[in-house]
């Protein structure tokens, strides 16, 4: 082969390096948009959720007034005889409000079952936390279970 090809293939083929090693190092990244992460924090615009109950209203953190409605969802077992109690507790945890959740559906069930309870607080004003209380007609501790989401009593 000529010299003369040979120095102008290898002239070219360090050019191509030098112009794509320009591209990849020298050149800014795009910018992208910013993502949602699957992971969000709870906020006061996401609805409680467990795997034993859903609360859609009131949210948490939510601003209620004296007399409430609490819709959602729990699992079967949550109800005895279609229902199950709700309290409403104040800062020091003392009983300022009660209602009892109405199953709006089959509770003989595992699955989650709409619920509603109408909720009424006396004498009380502030943040306070709302009790989802498992029915446990029982009484045995170890069959008890409950659920907390923190309200604001207007």
């Known amino acids: 082969m000529n010299r003369g090809v040979m120095w102008t293939i290898l002239l070219v083929a360090t050019l191509v390096v030098i112009v794509l090693a320009w591209i990849l ?22 609805p409680f959720m467990s795997d034993k109950v859903t ?58 079952v709409p619920f509603e309870a109408a909720v009424t607080v006396s004498g009380y004003r502030g943040p306070a936390t709302l009790v989802l209380m498992k029915d446990n007609p029982s009484g045995l501790p170890e069959n ?10 207007q």
């Open 25 to 46: 190092f020298a050149t800014p990244a795009p910018v992208l948009a910013p993502t949602t992460s699957t992971s969000t924090p709870r906020s006061i615009e996401t």
């Open 55 to 112: 609360i859609s209203n009131p949210l948490p953190h939510a601003t209620v007034g004296k007399t409430f409605t609490v819709t959602g969802e729990a699992r079967g077992a949550w109800y005895f005889e279609a229902s199950f109690p709700v309290q409403v507790r104040d800062a020091n945890n003392n009983k300022v409000g009660q209602g009892i959740a109405q199953a709006q559906g089959d509770w003989m069930t595992e699955s989650f």
């Open 144 to 153: 008890d279970d409950s659920v907390e989401i923190p309200v604001v009593i």
